[in-house]
């Protein structure tokens, strides 16, 4: 089991930058993949990047070359560094981490309280 605290929302202009951080604890060297998704007023949760154990990494097309995923595996913390922000990057942010355990054939998908980012124009 795995315990994620997200931090670093807030309100930022157009065109500025944050970066969203989350910090695991509990069976950390268990888990497989973490990433971050985002839920927007009235829009579906959609992935916005991932980064697995091995190192590799996907973003979604509306954020590649704004958007960057790292970790710092000390610290057992993932980042999301956000350039050039938009008005439409305005939602909740989530982190997730996907967990592989014993005999398990699929992982087991835990969340982040969540982290709301608003950017103004």
């Known amino acids: 089991q795995v315990q994620l605290v997200e931090s670093g929302g807030g309100l930022v202009q157009a065109g500025g930058s944050l970066r969203l951080s989350c910090a695991a604890s509990?069976?950390?060297?268990?888990?497989?993949?973490m990433g971050w998704y985002r839920q927007a007023p009235g829009k579906q949760l959609e992935l916005v990047a991932a980064?697995?154990?091995?190192?590799?990494?996907n973003y979604a097309d509306s954020v590649k070359g704004r958007f960057t995923i790292s970790r710092d595996n000390a610290k057992n913390t993932v980042y999301l560094q956000m350039n050039s922000l938009k008005p439409e990057d305005t939602a909740i942010y989530h982190c997730?981490?996907?967990?592989?355990?014993?005999?398990?054939?699929?992982?087991?998908?835990?969340w982040g309280q969540g982290t709301q980012v608003t950017v103004s124009s």
């Open positions: 997730a981490a996907d967990l592989l355990v014993g005999l398990m054939v699929q992982p087991t998908r835990y």
């Open positions: 509990g069976s950390i060297f268990s888990i497989k993949a």
């Open positions: 980064i697995t154990s091995g190192g590799s990494t």
